[in-house]
């Protein structure tokens, strides 16, 4: 590689196939990542608008509880499917001299679970009201009346959803990652662009109109990239490819039923600690997502057909150390990523949130509940985040199964986490109990994968994770020690504190961060440095 030597960061060589390799990954994983840092953008802009003219009242958690609705579907239908199943077996096809095969297949799946999606709208729209008793039980009537209405317009969206999520599938397995990075982008564009031009005449159900909107904008972005690919409409059950994906995605299925009837408890427990808890767990979650999706699922992504095709030829020598080590370096990337992402929220959560969301119609007292919830949910964030890969790889291996027990084993632990501190701890209760289910889910995920594929020793996880845990913890000390002294002069309570705090607190982080992963020599850094600095290079071309 022709730009290694002008790296500054000192690191042990790697092999020139292998580190061409984590190269491509780490490319993939920053368009991925920058998709999701603009989709994460634009989420806090919607979340901003919504906060601006609805506040954190019940009508927003009606929509909340609404919005879910189509996502279980998409989530239960497709989105598992989408890395368990459809990428690896799409992966087969992806081939040049197979892409006439691979487009036939692509039809049949989006003729198969078409009609499957317009049934289920045609259901969900008949059965409203009891979907807004369920997932509302603590609602006022007049409040589930709203709720029945948001469900009911919303509900189309989950057809337009799972075509787009089958086209990503598919060109996830071409491994082309640019257009699919930016579909979530530009859904929140829908959102953001109904709500100023609607509420004043619909009122809460702009939302569901902007719901509608992003969903037709997400498809759209990603038609152009098919151009090569001629996908005809087909009902052939009996195809091969999608009788494979149905035998891959049982397990997954059955595990997101059980994950389903969890965020429907979820929300039922959550209604009932008040009609603004939803909307503050749904703000912090917000904020979450940002480095989840950012870190996490942009590098789980990346590596997945890595992972496909060293799991599809672990037969011929050398493939199971290649898959092992893939793995490996995926889970110290969203190691050396998340924790300093962990410690810098924690530290930044009050400006953070009441920078964000603090305006219009939402209170001072809601930025203190929604920075309560957001510390809860960081307690599982880093295990939440390297549950990805070690997922991932399991569907590489075609093991849909596995994941899909574990996911039924941390929900019960949710539960009764759930049950037991919702009493003296209401809505903070459930929170700190989805934080345990993910401690719980990836600690199981990572036993597993010792025991059953490989071990991760000799791959300098721990040594990684030890001293980036050390590089975050100093840099939150300097951090908080920086947003005191920001606090003399300007007043997080004022607008220009909450700016000051955020800006000099996170620009102070990321270079005592930077500065640390130097001296303590991160070689993940390291490649994500000349993976940035091999792209501007090009661009400069």
């Known amino acids: ?49 919504i906060a601006h003219f609805f506040g954190a009242t019940g ?38 001299e197979r892409r006439e095969e691979l487009g036939r297949v692509v039809g049949v799946v989006l003729t198969t679970f078409g009609l499957a999606l317009g049934i289920t709208v045609l259901l969900i729209e ?14 006022t009537p007049e409040l589930r009346e709203v709720t029945t209405l948001l469900i009911r317009l919303v509900i189309p969206a989950v057809l337009i959803f799972g075509s787009s999520g089958i086209i990503t599938g598919l060109l996830y397995s071409l491994k082309r990652f640019t257009a699919p990075a930016f579909g979530a982008a530009v859904y929140n564009l829908g959102i953001i662009l ?95 997502q940002f480095p989840h999706g950012l870190i996490a699922v942009a590098i789980s992504t990346a590596i997945l057909p890595s992972l496909s095709a060293y799991a599809a030829a672990m037969s011929n020598p050398g493939h199971e150390e290649e898959f092992i080590s893939t793995l490996a370096l995926g889970i110290r990337m969203v190691l050396t990523a998340v924790l300093p992402a962990t410690v810098g929220l924690f530290v930044l959560s009050y ?55 574990v996911g039924v084993l941390s929900v019960l632990v949710y539960l009764a986490a759930a049950l037991t501190l919702i009493g003296p701890l209401g809505m903070a209760g459930l929170v700190l109990a989805d934080s345990i289910k993910h401690i719980s889910h990836a600690t199981t995920m990572l036993v597993l994968f010792h025991r059953r594929i490989g071990s991760l020793r000799g791959q300098r996880v721990v040594v990684t994770a030890f001293k980036s845990l050390l590089a975050s913890l100093a840099m939150g000390a300097v951090v908080w020690g920086v947003l005191t002294v920001v606090g003399q002069y300007a007043p997080v309570s004022s607008l220009l504190g909450r700016m000051m705090s955020v800006l000099v607190g996170g620009a102070t982080g990321l270079g005592i961060y930077l500065l640390l992963a130097y001296f303590l020599r991160l070689e993940e850094v390291q490649l994500m440095a000349r993976s940035i600095w091999g792209r501007f290079q090009m661009g400069r071309r």
């Open 126 to 139: 008949f059965l409203a009201p009891y979907a807004a008793w369920l997932l509302g039980g603590g609602f």
């Open 1 to 49: 590689m022709e730009n290694k030597e002008k790296c500054h960061f000192p690191a042990r060589a790697l092999p020139p196939q292998k580190s061409d390799a984590d190269l491509g990954i780490a490319r993939a994983a920053g368009i991925l990542a920058l998709g999701n840092v603009t989709s994460r953008v634009m989420g806090l802009g919607r979340e901003m608008i």
């Open 194 to 288: 109904a709500a100023p031009l609607l509420a004043k005449y619909l009122g809460i159900r702009s939302l569901a109109v902007g719901v509608l909107l992003g969903a037709s904008l997400q498809l759209l972005i990603q038609l152009p990239s098919l151009k090569d690919i001629s996908i005809r409409p087909s009902l052939n059950l009996s195809h091969p490819a999608l009788r494979r994906i149905f035998l891959l995605y049982l397990p997954i299925a059955a595990g997101l039923v059980i994950s389903q009837v969890q965020i429907t408890i979820d929300r039922n427990l959550a209604s009932r600690t008040g009609p603004s808890s939803i909307a503050w767990m749904a703000n912090a979650t917000t904020l979450i």
């Open 351 to 405: 400006p953070i949130v009441a920078l964000i969301f603090e305006h219009g119609r939402f209170t001072s007292y809601d930025t203190t509940w929604t920075v309560l919830a957001l510390r809860l949910y960081l307690i599982g964030l880093v295990f939440a985040s390297v549950d990805w890969p070690l997922n991932y790889a399991f569907y590489a291996r075609k093991d849909t199964l596995t994941p899909a027990l």
């Open 59 to 96: 009508l927003v958690s009606a929509f909340r509880v609404a919005s879910i609705i189509p996502t279980m579907i998409y989530e239960l239908l497709i989105g598992g499917m989408l890395s368990a199943a459809l990428v690896p077996v799409l992966s087969e096809y992806a081939a040049s």
